[in-house]
């Protein structure tokens, strides 16, 4: 990570150079932090190109790793799928490879929904509506995944008598 960093600490009078040094190296610490690097998990994003030998002992990742390389079935998923598709459909034939990859895959797409869920929030929380009192229905309805059947419930709605 960060790779030119180095090169950066070379000019010890450069005051500008210092700040980028520090700064990269703040974040280095707080990504490291929230995202530590997982050696055996090295072959999620390709595990095709992984060396089984940088892989624990006595896991079952190395013999599977070295079976799903020589697997031309797999390689071909690899290539037409995302990473958690191919890892789902794995699953039956190489289950330690990918009890260790979902996890680490589906991370993202829940914080993609809880920040869809806080866009969502501030929307409709907003200055312009802010005179509505309690946001429940308009939050449900903004981050529910069911679509809304209009012409049904306006052909309900006109069916009703008027009172």
Known sequence: MFEL?????SDPSDKFAQEIVR???MLKTE???????VPCCAYIANPFSV????LPVGTGEQEEVIDIQADE???TKHKECSSINFWVSMASSYPTLARQAVPQ?????STWECEQGFSAMLTIKSKSRNHRAAPGHDFR???SKVMPRIDQLVEKKQMQPSH
């Open 73 to 75: 079935g797999a390689k």
């Open 141 to 143: 309805c903004a981050v």
């Open 51 to 54: 060396d089984q030998a940088d």
């Open 105 to 109: 895959l589906l991370i993202f797409p």
């Open 31 to 37: 990504l490291t932090h929230y995202f530590p690097d």
């Open 5 to 9: 960093l180095t090169t950066l600490e």
């Open 23 to 25: 700064y990269l190296s």
